[in-house]
């Protein structure tokens, strides 16, 4: 039942990027560029940020 339910959650997800492909033409590719960019500046900025906290919690407190 797990794969079934899996199976259409993915048939829904090509649905709705094929209805936005429809709906937005040219102008597709950049919002897709844009909520890309978006999303690895996030991921970036976190993983410095853990990468940056990771450091200061290995020295010793004075």
Known sequence: ???????????????????????????????LAWVLGTVMIILIAVAGTVMLDARYEDEPLE
């Open 1 to 31: 039942m797990k794969a079934f339910l899996q199976f259409i959650f993915w048939i829904f997800v090509a649905f709705v990027a094929l209805f936005l492909a429809i709906v937005l033409g040219e102008r597709g590719a950049w919002y």
